[in-house]
């Protein structure tokens, strides 16, 4: 009998251990897809508000998941990529030293020999701002949790990139290209995978088909292979090849960049009574970004992998006119002909002509530092632990994803970075630590330049750097920055002022310690 009791007893301990284990197991870590589009503002989306453009696909990742509401990239492709990358605001050193974009397109419209293009090539190579031997990017987070890493599109921050350097940021596979001037072109002779140059049938055009300004171009002008159509192929096909390991992609496509480019217009537009070429190409350009998400969700789906994956939504910086109003916002004009100011009457989308009012009413636009140059959707689904239809008021940037994608992985994150993780916020747990304040530099003065943005709501603009003119915004009130509030705390704007300037061109302590 005590032989039998002895026997229960053990298996008894034995199963609690069994339990105990099971309970103690970290859960298993999601596949994280990054979609990253280009100068898409939060108003060109129907979950923010966008009327004319029907976006269903990014619509259902916000019903599905949580949708931030202050959230902040860059003002300009370059630095916003450097700063999601690296997880540093884009005032550090560096922030700002992207390399000179175009030699590709000089050799390959004949320009330039191969043999100028190689030593042009070395001297950029030598001039592009250095990496420290410990810096640490945001793939190589993943890489660390045995993630592999993949990224499809335009490579790297920017402008002129190469295979060592790619491969230096952390990514075990991409798919793109390496000049972001040839990204203005929809209709690429060739792109690169892996340090290999592949083409695409039926490009010919050196500058891959950049179309004008005007847009007036016939549609399917530049070629015959669309470059997002090579991506979303390779997206779907990189999904199933790695359906039983985990992994990261990054997608930072072209959509909705100018000029425009389209190989067909969508139905929804195609025979629009009103709106011109340009408008429509623009408009199916947006159409198509929504339905390669919708692509990317239903074969998550098919792969029986959609609930352990967490998909983000962003874009790289605030919305940018390829159509329509473009000049009188260069020229700083109103419909009536009067010139737009940065007091009462500020160039917004919603009163200056735009169809489809892309900034959602903030002020300004691309490279702009009023809302509309640097507030940018974001989105993130992730099944059963993201809470469906939820939003979020959190003071969030690009930078922070770095430090999230190691809370969420199991990675401790690198010192010194500028990122806080916004995990907790994700699952709806408390966010013990958020910023007391986010910095978007900005080295641009067409309509205002640098930006700090507080925890309480409060935004500091350097609306005139020439002048030294400053401007103070409660944003949770009035995201339109229609009410200056600087004659009303000017203690306040003198020690925002301080603090800005204090961390435009500062060192970067994730790599000098």
Same mark, same amino acid.
């Given at each position: ?36 589009? &280009? ?22 990742? /916000? ?8 959230? $902040?990239?860059?003002? +300009? ?18 922030? @700002? /030293?992207?390399?000179? /974009?175009?030699?590709?397109? *000089? ?18 190579? !030598? ?34 990139? @190469? ?15 390496? &000049? ?6 929809? +209709?690429?002779?060739? *792109? ?17 088909? !950049? ?22 192929? =390779? ?52 159409? %198509?970004?929504?339905?390669? #998400?919708? %692509? ?21 910086? =605030? ?6 109003? !473009? ?19 500020? @160039? ?21 530092? $009023? ?8 989105? #993130?689904?992730?099944?059963? !632990? ?12 690009? +930078? ?36 007391? +304040?986010?910095? #978007? ?5 067409? %309509? ?9 709501? %409060? ?13 103070? $915004? ?20 003198? $020690? ?14 994730? #790599?000098?310690?």
């Amino acid at each position: 009998m005590n032989r039998i009791t002895n026997r229960f007893l053990a298996v008894l301990f034995l199963l609690t251990l069994s339990v105990a284990f099971v309970r103690s197991a970290p859960a298993k870590t999601p596949n994280v897809i990054l979609l990253f589009a &280009d100068d898409l503002g939060p108003g060109m989306l129907g979950c923010y508000g966008q009327q004319v453009v029907t976006t269903p696909n990014i619509d259902r990742l /916000a019903r599905e998941g949580m949708k931030f509401n202050n959230y $902040y990239g860059g003002v +300009y492709c370059a630095p916003s990529r450097w700063t999601l990358l690296t997880g540093m605001h884009d005032g550090r050193v560096g922030g @700002w /030293a992207q390399t000179r /974009a175009g030699l590709p397109i *000089l050799r390959d419209a004949g320009k330039i020999t191969e043999e100028e293009y190689q030593r042009r090539l070395e001297q950029l190579k !030598k001039s592009a701002n250095p990496i420290a031997p410990n810096e640490v990017f945001l793939a190589q987070i993943a890489r660390q949790a045995g993630y592999q890493t993949a990224q499809f599109g335009k490579l790297d921050r920017g402008f002129l990139t @190469w295979h060592e350097r790619v491969k230096r940021f952390g990514w075990d596979f991409y798919e793109g290209y390496f &000049d972001h001037q040839r990204c203005h072109g929809f +209709y690429p002779p060739y *792109l690169w995978r892996n340090g290999e140059q592949f083409e695409l049938p039926g490009n010919t055009l050196a500058d891959c088909g !950049k179309t004008s300004e005007q847009g007036d171009e016939p549609v399917g002008y530049g070629g015959e292979t669309y470059s997002q159509n090579v991506f979303i192929e =390779g997206i779907l096909k990189y999904l199933r090849d790695h359906r039983d390991e985990p992994f990261f992609l990054y997608h930072p496509t072209q959509l909705p960049h100018g000029p425009v480019a389209i190989p067909e217009l969508h139905p929804d537009f195609a025979d629009h009574p009103t709106m011109s070429l340009a408008e429509k190409k623009y408009a199916s350009m947006v159409k %198509m970004l929504d339905d390669h #998400v919708g %692509m990317i969700m239903a074969e998550l789906k098919q792969l029986g992998i959609d609930d352990n994956t967490m998909v983000l939504f962003t874009s790289d910086n =605030g919305h940018e006119l390829y159509y329509g109003p !473009k000049p009188e916002y260069k020229n700083r004009r109103l419909p009536n002909g009067e010139e737009a100011n940065l007091t009462d009457k500020k @160039w917004r989308t919603s009163e200056h002509g735009d169809v489809f009012n892309g900034a959602g009413g903030r002020a300004g636009l691309k490279r702009s530092g $009023y809302q509309g140059g640097m507030q940018c959707p974001m989105i #993130v689904r992730w099944p059963g !632990k993201v809470a469906a239809g939820s939003q979020t008021d959190l003071l969030t940037a690009h +930078y922070d994803f770095l430090s999230t994608l190691a809370d969420l992985v199991g990675v401790e994150p690198p010192s010194g970075k500028d990122g806080i993780s916004y995990l907790p916020t994700l699952l709806g747990k408390p966010q013990t630590e958020s910023h007391d +304040y986010v910095i #978007v530099n900005n080295r641009f003065t067409h %309509m205002g330049s640098c930006a700090l943005i507080t925890g309480e709501g %409060m935004k500091l603009v350097e609306a005139d750097k020439k002048r030294g003119l400053f401007q103070l $915004y409660n944003i949770l009130d009035d995201n339109e920055e229609r009410h200056d509030l600087s004659a009303q705390y000017p203690e306040k704007v003198t $020690y925002l002022k301080n603090l800005l300037q204090s961390q435009i061109n500062s060192a970067r302590p994730d #790599v000098n310690p």
